[in-house]
């Protein structure tokens, strides 16, 4: 399985595009067992949509119900050349909030 591949990789963490598919890939690395950390994409940076707050924490969320918060990163699922700054500025302003509050709830 891919997943295997990815974990055996000397990597220390992996990054993967998963916003288009709302996290899918999540329950097949949390049945595997993942013992590294993944940085799972949070933004589609091939939209020009911006995402909302709450789509943002709902994929984090989704994140760190398969995964160990401690093993996960939150990611872009690529660079940011194709977008411009306005929606870079207000994705990753709402990328910064939905860490935060997901944060909270998980050290909670």
């Known amino acids: 399985m891919v997943v295997d591949a990815i974990d055996n990789l000397d990597a220390d963490v992996t990054s993967i595009e998963a916003p288009r598919s709302k996290m899918d890939i999540l329950p097949a690395v949390a049945e595997h067992g993942f013992s590294r950390q993944l940085g799972p ?9 911006i995402p909302t707050l709450e789509e943002e924490t709902a994929l984090l969320r989704a994140a760190t119900a398969a995964l160990d918060p401690r093993q996960l990163w939150v990611n872009l699922d690529c660079g940011l050349k194709t977008r411009a700054y306005s929606e870079t500025i207000a994705t990753l302003r709402n990328l910064v909030a939905a860490a935060r509050q997901v944060r909270e709830q998980v050290s909670a």
């Open 41 to 49: 994409g949070i933004w589609d940076i091939h939209s020009p949509r």
